[in-house]
């Protein structure tokens, strides 16, 4: 069964520094790997969708990268700004009609 | 505006009683999904539809029970046989259920026992 882990669950830092969010995955065979923002409270927002044919996609300051052969991907955040905290989690695809087995998050704190 | 409304924002079950968590959708997509969220852990499944009439079990079906009559509306019941029903429900929908479609979110229901 694939598992799929964010480390580390809680993270500061100022705004103006970039951020870094792990993601790591357990089987190879993964569909797509999507990326969604939770604020308190609230549903997710997806942020980005890596079919597994790509290494990375990009919205604005986000880029999220997919490496398959070694079961991670990374979503950077750059100049961070307050308006960025929140809860990010990833969550992999694990059949061709998209369930997805997520991540426990990793709760972003951004400083002003 | 188009998106998933779930309702209601807050409830409270009392012991031996069922309730029915509700979820409708105006984007139009085939797929809807139900997931359940505790503190400190990822999403995990419940039930999930990819057309009218027809659904299937998730990873925690036990307890649960699902219909799909209407291609915008897919309501959960939360049964007495779910013992530890506290946590926020989330409803999903995304384009025919396929795997380069992202998933639509609602703002979920948030489950209490009285």
């Known amino acids: 069964k694939q598992e799929v882990t964010q480390i580390p669950a809680a993270l500061s830092v100022p705004e103006g520094e970039n951020l870094v969010l792990n993601c790591s995955f357990t089987d190879s065979a993964i569909y797509n790997l999507q990326w969604f923002r939770q604020d308190p409270g609230k549903g997710l927002t997806s942020l980005l969708l890596i079919q597994s044919s790509q290494r990375e996609q990009t919205s604005g300051r986000l880029n999220a990268s997919l490496d398959k052969s070694s079961g991670r991907s990374t979503l950077y955040i750059a100049a961070s700004q307050p308006g960025d905290s929140a809860t990010y989690l990833c969550?992999?695809?694990?059949?061709?009609?998209?369930?997805?087995?997520f991540g426990a998050g990793t709760q972003v704190v951004v400083t002003p | 505006d188009g998106g998933i409304t779930q309702s209601p924002k807050y409830l409270f079950r009392k012991e031996g009683q069922n309730v029915t968590l509700s979820c409708e959708q105006n984007?139009?997509?085939?797929?809807m999904y139900w997931y359940r969220q505790d503190p400190g852990q990822g999403l995990r499944l419940i039930y999930y539809s990819q057309i009218v009439n027809d659904f299937q079990k998730g990873d925690i079906a036990e307890g649960y029970s699902v219909s799909r009559e209407k291609k915008e509306s897919f309501p959960l019941t939360v049964t007495s046989a779910q013992k530890n029903p506290t946590a926020f429900y989330l409803c999903?929908?995304?384009?025919?259920?396929?795997?380069?479609?992202?998933?639509?979110f609602g703002d979920g229901t948030r489950l209490s026992i009285l």
């Open positions: 984007l139009n997509h085939d797929a």
């Open positions: 969550a992999g695809a694990t059949d061709s009609w998209g369930k997805l087995q």
């Open positions: 999903a929908s995304s384009i025919e259920g396929r795997v380069n479609q992202p998933q639509h």
